[in-house]
C-alpha cells in the first residue's frame, strides 16, 4: 500500500515537472474587419438638408426621447453595424424659443458633461463654402463620445451630431476604429448642404 502511494506521488510529481500547458494569455485586441471606403446620399422628407454618410452604415429613425416624442422628426442615427457604433443626430429650427444663442449653449454644456471625463478636448471651427458654419470636437480620453459637432445657417437651422461606441472597450483598443469613423464623419460634415 505504502509503496502504491509513494509511486502515484512519484507519477504526479514527474508529470508535474513538465511545460505549463496553462498560463495567462498574453494581451490581445479583438481583430477589426474594416468596410470598404464607399458613401451614398441621406435625403429625408423630415430634414432640411443633405449629406453623404459610409455604404456601410444605416440611417435609423429615433422613435423616443426620455418616453416621449423627439422635438423635431429629423431626430436620427447613423447607425454604424460594423462597430456598433452610432452617430446620434438632432436638429433644431431656430426659433424663439430655441435661439441660435441657446442651441450653441446646449451643445457646448453636453460638451462640458464629457469633459469631467476626458483628458483634452480639440475645437476646430467649421465653415463650409455653401455657408454652413459650426463646431467640431474632438474628445480624448475616458468620455462617453470621442467627436461631437455641430452646424448650422445661424438663421434657420440647427444640427447637432455625436459619436458613441456601445462598448466598455479601452479608448486606446477603439483608437484605430475611432480613426477610420472620423474619417467618415468629416466626409459627412464636408458634403453637407441645407436644402434651399
Not at 485586441?29 to 458613401?39: G, M, T
Not at 443626430?89 to 441660435?100: C, D, E, G, Q, V
Not at 449653449?105 to 476646430?124: G, T, V
Not at 480620453?141 to 467627436?147: D, K, N, R, V, Y
Request: charged share 25%; glycine share 4%.
Amino acid at each position: 500500500m505504502r509503496i502504491t502511494g509513494f509511486s502515484v506521488l512519484f507519477l504526479l510529481l514527474i508529470s508535474a515537472c513538465g511545460e505549463p500547458s496553462f498560463g495567462p494569455k498574453p494581451r490581445a485586441y479583438p481583430r477589426v474587419e474594416y468596410p470598404a471606403k464607399a458613401y451614398t446620399s441621406f435625403r429625408l422628407d423630415a430634414c432640411e438638408f443633405s449629406f453623404e454618410y459610409p455604404a456601410y452604415a444605416i440611417i435609423q429613425r429615433d422613435s423616443s426621447f426620455f418616453e416621449s416624442e423627439p422635438p423635431h422628426p429629423c431626430w436620427f442615427n447613423v447607425y454604424l453595424p460594423d462597430f456598433d457604433g452610432k452617430i446620434h443626430f438632432s436638429y433644431y429650427a431656430i426659433n424663439r424659443p430655441k435661439s441660435l444663442e441657446k442651441l450653441q449653449a446646449d451643445a457646448f454644456e453636453m460638451l462640458d458633461w464629457h469633459n469631467k471625463k476626458a483628458n483634452y478636448i480639440e475645437e476646430q471651427r467649421i465653415r463650409l463654402p455653401n455657408g454652413a458654419t459650426g463646431f467640431l470636437f474632438n474628445i480624448e480620453g475616458p468620455a462617453a463620445s470621442p467627436f461631437q459637432f455641430f452646424l448650422t445657417d445661424s438663421t434657420r437651422h440647427f444640427l447637432r451630431g455625436a459619436l458613441y461606441f456601445n462598448t466598455t472597450v479601452d479608448n486606446d483598443s477603439l483608437a484605430p476604429v475611432y480613426d477610420f469613423v472620423k474619417k467618415d464623419i468629416l466626409h459627412l460634415i464636408e458634403t453637407f448642404e441645407w436644402k434651399k
